[in-house]
């Protein structure tokens, strides 16, 4: 096509990758927030958050979990890019979201008390901060990494122009 138009065949995979993402991104967010209620035992009432008691501790976990998948988000985009190398698209994904997940478990161990809404204490005070790096974020990385696999596997006949 002349003029800089793009053909509608070529729209549908970019539709496609862009709804990959968006279900690889919420299924990433769940199960980090899943991770972060397993591992610092939330769901046995382990009062980790004093001043708020269960529902600010619910708060805070699915705030982290979120916090924790936009930052990681670049590395679901760059995954579900249009190579075809299955192999090479699972393990840069978690690699990279587990690379990102480190970079932000170091960075609320070491920020100010000011930061507490996007670093809550409850996660990253003393050693939680190592609990978030060598358990949630290799469980999260874990499961975007699947779910990239997933999004390869379930391509539609049409999308085969790799």
Known sequence: MANGSVSPQR???HRQRYLAVSAI?????TSCAL???CFYDLLRGHNLYPLG??????IAAMKTAVIATLVSS???WIGTGQECRLPMAFWRTGLAVQGSLTLLGVA????????????PSTFFAEFNWVTFI????PVTAIAASLLVYLSFRWKPRWYDNC
């Not at 991104?25 to 967010?29: A, E, H, N, Q, V």
């Not at 008691?53 to 619910?58: C, F, I, K």
């Not at 609320?108 to 670093?119: E, N, V």
């Open 25 to 29: 991104w919420l299924g990433t967010c």
């Open 35 to 37: 991770a972060i209620v």
């Open 11 to 13: 729209m549908v995979p």
């Open 134 to 137: 060598f358990e949630v974020a």
């Open 108 to 119: 609320g161990w070491q920020s100010p008390a000011s930061l507490d809404f996007i670093f």
């Open 74 to 76: 670049w590395a679901i």
């Open 53 to 58: 008691g269960g529902p600010a501790q619910s």
